[in-house]
C-alpha cells in the first residue's frame, strides 16, 4: 500500500524558513517523481514543486523559485521542501504526491495528508 | 501557463441525480487531463486520468470525457460521498495547473 506522511508544518514568523518531510512507502521510491501541491484555507490546489525520480531534476512554480529547495533521499524514501523567506501567502496545506508520467508531465495518483504550514507575525 | 477554468462553481444536485461538471484549458492539453474529488477536510483523490481512463477502484458512475481543450466529467445518480469539490489539471504542459474546483452540493 502506498503511503505518503508529511511532517514539519508549523506556524512561522514573515521571512523565516522550514523544512518539510515526506516519508513514503510502498512504490519504488527512486523510480517516481514526486512532487508538492499546496492548498490555502478555503483554496484550490497549486502545484509548487517536482523532482525526479533520481533527483537530478527539479520544477518550481513562479511563486516558489528561488526560495524553496524540493530535495529527496532515496537511501531513506523521503522528500523535502526546504522553504525560506516565507510570506503570509504561503500559508496552506502542503501535500506531497506521487506523479505519474505522461505525456512528459505528471498527474497525482497518490496524496499525503498533508502539512500545515501558517506564516504569521 | 494553461489556464483551466470550471463550471460551474457550484452546482446543486438532488441525490439521485446526474451532474455534468465542465473544465476548459486555455489552450489545447491534447486528452492530458485528470479529475480529483476532494470531500471536505479530506485530501484529493484521483477519479479520471487521461481525460477518460478511471482510477483503480473508482465507481462507474464517474466518466470523463474530452481532448483539445473541452473536457467534461459526468457523475450519474449520485450518491451521498460523491457530494464534494471537483478539480480538473493539465498534465500536458509544463507547468501543471489546476481548475479552480465545481462545488457539488445537495440540493
Known amino acids: 500500500e502506498v503511503q505518503l506522511l508529511e511532517s514539519g508544518g508549523d506556524l512561522v514568523q514573515p521571512g523565516g524558513s522550514l523544512r518539510l518531510s515526506c516519508a513514503a512507502s510502498?512504490?519504488?521510491?527512486?523510480?517516481?517523481?514526486v512532487t508538492w501541491v499546496r492548498q490555502a484555507p478555503g483554496k484550490g490546489l497549486e502545484w509548487v514543486a517536482t523532482?525526479?525520480?533520481?533527483?537530478?531534476?527539479?520544477y518550481y512554480a513562479d511563486s516558489a523559485q528561488g526560495r524553496f529547495t524540493i530535495s529527496r533521499d532515496n537511501s531513506k524514501n523521503t522528500l523535502f521542501l526546504q522553504m525560506s523567506s516565507l510570506r503570509v501567502e504561503d500559508t496552506a496545506m502542503y501535500y506531497c504526491?506521487?506523479?505519474?508520467?505522461?505525456?512528459?508531465?505528471?498527474?497525482?495518483?497518490?496524496w499525503g495528508q498533508g502539512t500545515l504550514l501558517t506564516v504569521s507575525s | 501557463e494553461i489556464v483551466m477554468t470550471q463550471s460551474p462553481a457550484t452546482l446543486s444536485v438532488s441525490p439521485g441525480e446526474g451532474a455534468t461538471l465542465s473544465c476548459r484549458a486555455s489552450?489545447?492539453?491534447?486528452?492530458?487531463v485528470a479529475w480529483y474529488q476532494q470531500k471536505p477536510g479530506q485530501v484529493p483523490k484521483l477519479l479520471i486520468y487521461?481525460?477518460?481512463t478511471r482510477a483503480t477502484g473508482i465507481p462507474t458512475r464517474f466518466s470523463g470525457i474530452g481532448s483539445g481543450t473541452e473536457f467534461t466529467l459526468t457523475i450519474t445518480s449520485l450518491q451521498s460521498e460523491d457530494f464534494a469539490v471537483y478539480y480538473c489539471?493539465?498534465?500536458?504542459?509544463?507547468?501543471?495547473?489546476f481548475g479552480q474546483g465545481t462545488k457539488v452540493e445537495i440540493k
Open positions: 489552450q489545447s492539453v491534447s486528452a492530458y
Open positions: 489539471q493539465q498534465y500536458n504542459r509544463w507547468p501543471p495547473t
Open positions: 523532482i525526479t525520480g533520481s533527483g537530478s531534476d527539479t
Open positions: 510502498g512504490f519504488s521510491f527512486n523510480n517516481y517523481a
Open positions: 487521461e481525460a477518460s
Open positions: 504526491t506521487k506523479c505519474v508520467q505522461a505525456s512528459g508531465w505528471c498527474y497525482f495518483d497518490y
